[in-house]
């Protein structure tokens, strides 16, 4: 097995541990959060501006995580970023658990947490090219990637249970507890990555790294087009997927379907392990068309297993997408540029979710619950053919990475 083998790269395995462990504490959370909101007697509107607010501080922060990660040690943006992720969620779990949590504070928290959170995740990305050689990067980004969505699998499938059994607090606190052992896992590596000291300021880096983004039309291109997907489809999961599924099956039944969503990440990244396409760009495009079976099933269906289905299938389709599209930046962009790509990357690709967060309550009303969810999945799946039209996506083979600038 190519994940085996990859798995003998000592800082690889540390890396992966202290990501994967971070993912199952992540997946937790979001569901814990989502019926914390709804205990508190919130609207679906108060659950779209908690989840809005979380979102816009990752996004004005993600530039600056960007450029910190291409001047400093990204070794030490990760095991900064764990330690005060730990402090931030714990406080987090605790006012819920202390019954002193409102919607304001919920949210307020929730900020926080996705500020630290954006500042050291454009170093985690770009840390894998620095821990295997060249020859083992392509299966390196497929491996971390199907670990991250094995712990996520596992998170899913434990938060409605945790929720239901000892409440939406001590679940989050599961979360606290994951980046401690992330951190520790971050403080081992050899590879501290250290940057050598620039002369420019960050905002002149800022630009480089936009010049970087721009120089390549397939890369800004499918920036847009992930703006689009996640305008539409992030209030279709984190506002109207609670309710349509979470209070009219079960609050179980909720954190079931997202194990079936991450049950097809982990398929789609064993998939991406065997299969390596020469245009692996615009094979995961096609794929990515998959993504609108979710919100059509939650639309069409009232019971559990064809949403868990329509879930399972846009996981696939997303999953591989991600892992070609992982590695066609890793193998294209240098490496001394990669963290600043992948802040303007998750930028560019969320920057308008926090409106389609804020928006999904007030629209959904209007248009019928129904209704909107058959919007959503004729968006995404209508603009990842779209893009696939695109002659700079359908022409990027698989190339080796570069080195230097």
């Known amino acids: ?58 996004i004005v922060t993600m530039l600056a995580g960007g450029v910190l990660g291409d001047r400093f040690s990204r070794k030490l943006m990760m095991q900064g970023g764990s330690v005060a992720s730990a402090v931030v969620v714990g406080l987090l779990a605790a006012v819920v658990l202390l019954d002193a949590a409102t919607i304001w504070l919920l949210a307020l928290l929730g900020g926080a947490a996705g500020v630290v959170t954006a500042l050291s995740r454009p170093s985690s ?27 996520r699998t596992l998170g899913y499938a434990v938060a409605g249970l945790l929720v239901a059994v000892v409440g939406p607090g001590w679940a989050i606190m599961v979360d606290a507890a994951t980046f401690v052992v992330a951190a520790v896992a971050f403080g081992r590596l050899r590879a501290s990555n250290a940057r050598a000291p620039r002369t420019t300021s960050p905002l002149a880096d800022l630009g480089e790294g936009f010049r970087e983004v721009v120089r390549h039309t397939w890369l800004w291109l499918l920036v847009l087009q992930a703006l689009l997907y996640h305008l539409f489809y992030g209030g279709a999961q984190a506002v109207l997927g609670p309710v349509v599924v979470g209070e009219g099956m079960g609050r179980s039944a909720w954190g079931f379907a997202l194990a079936a969503l991450m049950a097809g990440f982990v398929a789609g990244g064993l998939l991406a392990l065997r299969v390596e396409p020469r245009k692996p760009l615009a094979t995961g495009v096609a794929l990515l068309a998959l ?50 790509v992948y802040a303007f990357d998750s930028v560019g690709s969320f920057v308008a979710r926090p409106l389609g967060l804020a928006l999904t309550g007030p629209l ?17 799946s209508g603009s990842s053919l779209a893009a696939l039209g695109l002659r700079d996506v359908r022409a990027l083979e698989r190339t080796t990475p570069q080195r230097v600038s």
């Open 1 to 58: 097995m190519k994940s085996r083998q990859v798995l003998r790269h000592r800082d690889f395995r540390l890396l992966v541990t202290g990501v994967s462990v971070s993912a199952l504490g992540n997946a937790v959370t979001p569901v814990a959060l989502a019926f914390a909101v709804l205990d508190l007697g919130g609207s679906i509107t108060d659950l779209g501006l908690v989840e809005a607010v979380l979102a816009i501080c990752q």
């Open 125 to 151: 990305k770009a840390m894998t090219r620095v821990v295997v050689p060249d020859a083992d990067l392509a299966d390196a980004v497929a491996t971390r990637s199907l670990l991250d969505s094995l712990f």
């Open 291 to 340: 993504a609108g079976v979710f919100p059509l099933a939650m639309a069409l269906s009232d019971t559990l297993w064809p949403v868990m289905l329509g879930a399972f299938v846009h996981g696939i389709g997303l999953q591989m997408f991600s892992v070609y599209w992982d590695q066609s930046i890793q193998s294209q962009v240098p490496e001394d540029k990669l963290a600043r």
């Open 364 to 380: 959904a009303a209007a248009a019928g619950v129904d209704t909107w969810l058959l919007v959503v999945a004729a968006v995404v």
